[in-house]
């Protein structure tokens, strides 16, 4: 069956960094779409960063644009989100997700599969 798996969450201090991973299984990685989506306490899930196919394109939420970075790994079937410059209001769990169109995605009910996601806390 298909897994994401999350990886590389962690407490950290405003201003710093933290690289997320994402394994993926299951699926043919290499024609999904990728995304990252994150959720805050209280808060609906949001959008972070979607990644093409190919790697060739990519998108960003405003609230991260020009901090982070979303990348892929077709051979190691692995998706990448490189955040820095990290606020308390990063804080959240944030969802690796996959899409069979293979293109950027931006709504969470886009994408067919899900990882269990990991907690990021950005202390101020």
């Known amino acids: 069956q298909v897994q994401l798996v999350e990886s590389g969450g962690g407490l950290v201090q405003a201003g710093g960094s933290l690289r997320l991973s994402c394994a993926a299984s299951g699926l043919t990685f290499s024609l999904y779409g990728m995304g990252w989506f994150r959720q805050a306490p209280g808060k609906e899930r949001e959008f972070v960063a979607a990644i093409i196919w190919s790697g060739g394109s990519t998108r960003y939420a405003d609230s991260v644009k020009g901090r982070f970075t979303i990348s892929r790994d077709n051979a190691k079937n692995m998706v990448n989100l490189q955040m820095n410059i990290l606020k308390p209001e990063d804080t959240a769990v944030y969802y690796c997700?996959?899409?069979?169109?293979?293109?950027?995605?931006?709504?969470?009910?886009?994408?067919?599969?899900w990882g269990q996601g990991t907690q990021v806390t950005v202390s101020s």
């Open positions: 997700a996959a899409d069979s169109r293979g293109g950027i995605a931006y709504h969470d009910n886009e994408y067919e599969y």
